[in-house]
């Protein structure tokens, strides 16, 4: 028996004791399933705090994948050394999915006109700007909202003067030509 206290798994709530070498960092029960589900939402938990963990590496694969031909060496001149890579097939891999509205964008011309690196890296930057825009967006709105409710409510008259002194409104105005006055 362990010397800590029973605590109550996180996932199926059945109480259990922690292990000793664990101890009160342990947070599911010894059953498979539960410590599988502990995993897959604290790696879900993890991707969400980390979104652009994995960009860079993507980028790299895709270029190494399929790199762009180089042009042919100069008579005289000694060629670059050649990067271990896959043989390249004659079809450009699909543009990298973007979430909306970046979906709505045709990368395919991107990558046509900047290359495979440069449209990938035009999709994450656009990407992580449109995040940060929308985050600071959302604090503004916030932020307004508290704003709001400090000022004063509306009062109970309009100061807008009624309708029949404007001119045009049909009220004692119209009986003159427009720009003239009365007198």
């Given at each position: 028996?362990?010397?800590?206290?029973?605590?109550?798994?996180?996932?199926?709530?059945?109480?259990?004791?922690?292990?000793n070498?664990?101890?009160?960092?342990?947070?599911?029960?010894?059953?498979p399933?539960?410590q599988?589900?502990r995993r897959?939402?604290?790696?879900?938990?993890?991707?969400?705090?980390?979104p652009?963990?994995?960009?860079?590496r993507?980028?790299?694969?895709r270029?190494f994948?399929?790199?762009p031909?180089s042009?042919p060496?100069?008579p005289?001149?000694s060629?670059?050394p050649?990067?271990?890579?896959?043989?390249?097939?004659s079809?450009?891999?699909?543009?990298?999915?973007f979430?909306?509205?970046?979906d709505?964008?045709p990368?395919d011309?991107?990558?046509?006109?900047?290359?495979?690196?440069?449209?990938?890296?035009?999709?994450?930057?656009?990407?992580?700007?449109?995040r940060?825009?929308?985050?600071?967006?959302?604090?503004?709105?916030?932020?307004m909202n508290?704003?709001?409710?400090?000022l004063r409510?509306?009062?109970a008259?309009?100061?807008i003067?009624?309708?029949?002194?404007?001119?045009?409104?049909g009220?004692?105005?119209?009986?003159?030509a427009?720009?003239i006055?009365?007198?």
């Amino acid at each position: 028996m362990s010397s800590h206290r029973k605590r109550p798994c996180c996932i199926c709530r059945h109480w259990f004791f922690p292990d000793n070498r664990v101890g009160s960092r342990q947070h599911t029960c010894g059953r498979p399933y539960c410590q599988q589900q502990r995993r897959r939402k604290m790696q879900a938990a993890w991707r969400a705090r980390n979104p652009d963990y994995f960009a860079g590496r993507r980028i790299q694969a895709r270029m190494f994948a399929d790199p762009p031909s180089s042009p042919p060496a100069q008579p005289g001149r000694s060629s670059p050394p050649a990067l271990s890579s896959p043989p390249t097939s004659s079809r450009p891999p699909a543009p990298l999915r973007f979430r909306a509205p970046l979906d709505q964008l045709p990368w395919d011309i991107a990558q046509s006109a900047f290359g495979l690196q440069g449209a990938d890296y035009i999709g994450v930057l656009a990407g992580l700007l449109l995040r940060e825009t929308q985050s600071a967006i959302a604090a503004y709105r916030v932020e307004m909202n508290a704003l709001m409710a400090t000022l004063r409510p509306p009062c109970a008259q309009s100061p807008i003067p009624p309708v029949a002194y404007l001119p045009g409104s049909g009220g004692e105005a119209e009986s003159h030509a427009t720009g003239i006055s009365p007198t």
